[in-house]
């Protein structure tokens, strides 16, 4: 396939089960379809479980990070490719650059800050890249709802909601991203 997955997800390493299980399946199947992941270039948290998993499963990785989040949360060692850049904002932009496709795993604000830019930018057509909420175990579904009422209340057009798409399981993102 050759395609970049960009994985906009949490460096938080306290987690349930789930959501880790899900990042490493994530990876494994990044990995083993010779696909490409483009990350926050962390070793915390679902960042961590998804790069370590992919490139235990023969992937590449690309990582862009800050010298300040390196300093705060700390750098994959290993990645195929880390790239400390000058700010979040450059850093955001490197990670939209180099993704093909973006995935977008359970997070904090961080994560939210990164999906609302991206489905933004793409609501400017500034890129045409699809964006994929990956809901596992629920967690997105009050976000879903949020941009629905968004809509409803007329603060975003209908096709608005095209803009992104939404999926339960990691399989289904892989079945996704086949299609592309």
């Known amino acids: 396939m050759g395609k970049n997955v960009c994985v906009y997800c949490g460096a938080s390493e306290q987690l349930d089960e789930v959501y880790k299980n899900a990042a490493i399946e994530l ?6 379809n010779s696909l490409g992941l483009v990350y926050g270039g962390g070793r915390l948290g679902l960042m961590g479980i998804v790069a370590s998993a992919v490139l235990e499963n023969g992937g590449e990785v690309i990582g862009f990070t800050t010298e300040h989040l390196d300093e705060r949360e700390g750098a994959h060692s290993g990645l195929t490719e880390l ?21 977008i795993l359970p997070g904090g604000f961080g994560t939210l800050d990164e999906l609302f830019e991206i489905i933004t930018w793409r609501q400017l057509n500034l890129h045409q890249k699809p964006i994929i909420i990956l809901n596992i175990n629920g967690y997105w579904d009050p976000l879903v709802s949020l941009i629905k009422q968004v809509i409803q209340h007329k603060f975003a057009r209908p096709e608005h909601e095209k803009l992104i798409t939404v999926l339960n399981t990691v399989d289904e993102v892989l079945e996704f991203i086949k299609d592309l």
């Not at 990876?27 to 083993?32: A, D, P, S, T």
């Not at 790239?83 to 995935?103: A, N, P, Q, W, Y």
């Open 27 to 32: 990876g494994r199947l990044i990995g083993k």
């Open 83 to 103: 790239h400390i850049v000058d700010s979040m904002h450059t850093r955001k932009l490197k990670m939209s650059e180099s993704g093909d496709v973006f995935v």
